[in-house]
T-cell receptor
């Protein structure tokens, strides 16, 4: 099956710093999403981004489908950005998501 | 926006007993619900897909007789962990697809089997 690897696995930042999270996938996909899981376990949609670039406030994402990777940019990080960031792909167009390995982000004041 | 209410948020049960987890779509009709489990510091693993009015489909390696899924209405999907054992302790999450708007997740159920 498809492999979805994220890097780095862990990231520690001071408030105000910028960061780039990467998601590599081993096969072509119909759908790619980014999610944030907060420290209480709730998952929140960030981006639906099968290709191209999108921005939402301090966050932006870029997917290069032909090269099988996606990037999530976080600018001017805040303590509330802490949690785990997952990318997830739908390889078969069935809405079933295969989640990546995750990046655990800690932002300190 | 679309909301999925998941209950209970935490449950502790004795080994050998069964536990039912409910996910209700509050403001939309969920014809499909996905069930995931997540072990500590790990990713989410898809367990099964429930479809309203039909049998659930299970991912490879998931015991369908142990994890009973029912999707009897367009607003309620349930997961019952039968004869629970300590190794079933995990965080269980339901999710409903929302097309290009992504997915709506329940808040999760932390199951501890003692």
């Amino acid at each position: 099956g498809i492999q979805v690897e994220q890097s780095p696995p862990d990231l520690i930042l001071q408030e105000g710093a910028n960061s780039t999270l990467r998601c590599n996938f081993s096969d072509s996909v119909n759908n790619l999403q980014w999610f944030h899981q907060n420290p209480w376990g709730q998952l929140i949609n960030l981006f639906y981004i099968p290709s191209g670039t999108k921005q939402n406030g301090r966050l932006s994402a870029t997917t290069v489908a032909t090269e099988r990777y996606s990037l999530l940019y976080i600018s001017s990080s805040q303590t509330t950005d802490s949690g785990v960031y997952f990318c997830a792909v739908d390889p078969d167009n069935t809405d079933k998501l295969i989640f990546g390995t995750g990046t655990r982000l800690q932002v300190f004041p | 926006g679309a909301v999925v209410s998941q209950h209970p948020s935490r449950v502790i049960c004795k080994s050998g007993t069964s536990v039912k987890i409910e996910c209700r779509s509050l403001d939309f009709q969920a014809t499909t619900m996905f069930w995931y489990r997540q072990f500590p510091k790990q990713s989410l693993m898809l367990m099964a897909t429930s479809n309203e009015g039909s049998k659930a489909t299970y991912e490879q390696g998931v015991e369908k007789d142990k994890f009973l899924i029912n999707h009897a209405s367009l607003t309620l999907s349930t997961l019952t962990v039968t004869s629970a054992h300590p190794e079933d302790s995990s965080f269980y999450i339901c999710s409903a697809p929302q097309g290009i708007y992504g997915y709506t997740f329940g808040s999760g159920t932390r199951l501890t089997v003692v």
